[in-house]
């Protein structure tokens, strides 16, 4: 079992940046894919970024690519998620999730992964 707990998240300016982290519980994190998703008023949950259990490789949803940097410590059971230059359009509850397992893959589907922590609420004003 995976207990996730992300927090960071709060009201920022657009062009602003947030770091938001994701602690974990339980023994297998380190061998546990993550990743983050978002879910804004309205519409449906979409991928943001994952990565590998090792951190040794990382995938982004074209629209955060180059902006967004997902990075993990697996010695304190966590990740994170930097965002720079963000937009309003980005405001959402953003989601940690982990793959059980996971191994040297990353994976951008909701449903791939086993555990959701409750989310946190990014507002990005314009």
């Known amino acids: 079992q995976v207990q996730l707990v992300e927090a960071g998240g709060g009201l920022v300016q657009a062009g602003g940046s947030l770091r938001l982290s994701c602690a974990a519980s339980?023994?297998?994190?380190?061998?546990?894919?993550m990743g983050w998703f978002r879910q804004a008023p309205g519409k449906e949950r979409e991928f943001v970024a994952s990565i590998t259990w090792s951190g040794g490789n990382t995938y982004y949803a074209d629209s955060v690519k180059g902006r967004f940097t997902i990075s993990r410590d697996n010695a304190k059971n966590t990740v994170y998620l930097q965002m720079n230059s963000l937009k309003p359009e980005e405001t959402a509850v953003y989601y940690c999730?982990?793959?059980?397992?996971?191994?040297?893959?990353?994976?951008?589907?909701?449903?791939?992964?086993?555990?959701w922590g409750q989310g946190t609420q990014v507002t990005v004003s314009s």
């Open positions: 999730a982990a793959k059980e397992g996971g191994g040297s893959y990353y994976y951008t589907i909701g449903w791939e992964y086993d555990y």
């Open positions: 339980g023994r297998t994190f380190s061998s546990n894919a």
